[in-house]
């Protein structure tokens, strides 16, 4: 008898272990379950977060792009585009005065255009070529640094020259905004788009 109950014991012992170990399988399972919808759900709130913090990014650089072609235009215009029609001529550019009254304009219109947010794919070509005759007719020659030390006097610092550097950021920041587009805080945002664009959405 006792040999019969000790046998009858070992034989239950397996099954026991068996059930136990799925017991802690599925309490594994549910943890695992629960963390995974614990991360899932984070990383939905951080897109969120992160597509919401997108809108306003283009912001800043439309800001610094459109304020800096309204204020050479500015500067153009209260001198007299005249004046710069003759340092183009000058340089050997055709057409000096025609070409510094259209700078002029384009660097109002499109500045202005930009720091509202509206209509950047388009102003953005003629502000890209008034960029570019900048660039190679004239800072082309004076290297890449915008800030050059030419010397340091009792009067104070002298600058050099200045290199293509802010050129080629005004560039970066136009064809950020044109592909990008303008983001919150524009114009384009609250006009009322073609049903065209909209079924494309």
Do not use: D
């Not at 009858?8 to 309490?27: C, D, F, W």
């Not at 995974?36 to 800043?60: E, F, I």
């Not at 102003?123 to 340091?152: D, N, W």
């Not at 950021?169 to 587009?181: I, Q």
């Amino acid at each position: 008898m006792a040999i019969g109950r000790i046998t009858h014991t070992a034989a239950s012992v397996p099954p026991l272990r068996r059930i136990q170990t799925r017991r802690r399988h599925a309490h594994r399972t549910r943890r695992k379950s629960t963390s995974n919808a614990h991360s899932s759900t984070r990383l939905k709130k951080t897109k969120a977060a992160s597509s919401a913090a997108a809108g306003w990014a283009p912001l800043p650089i439309r800001l610094i792009v459109g304020f800096g072609f309204l204020a050479h235009g500015y500067a153009k215009l209260s001198r007299g585009p005249e004046g710069f029609g003759v340092v183009l001529q000058t340089l050997g550019v055709p057409l000096p005065q025609l070409l510094a009254w259209l700078t002029t304009l384009v660097e109002l219109v499109g500045g202005g255009a930009v720091l509202a947010g509206v209509f950047i794919p388009l102003v953005s070509v003629p502000m890209a070529i008034v960029l570019l005759t900048a660039l190679f007719t004239v800072h082309s020659q004076y290297g890449f640094f915008s800030v050059k030390f030419a010397e340091v006097t009792s009067a104070g610092i002298r600058f050099g020259p200045v290199g293509y550097e802010i050129i080629l950021l005004y560039l970066a920041g136009l064809a950020t905004l044109a592909v990008g587009g303008p983001g919150r805080l524009s114009l384009e945002a609250v006009l009322p788009r073609p049903k065209r664009i909209e079924r494309s959405r």
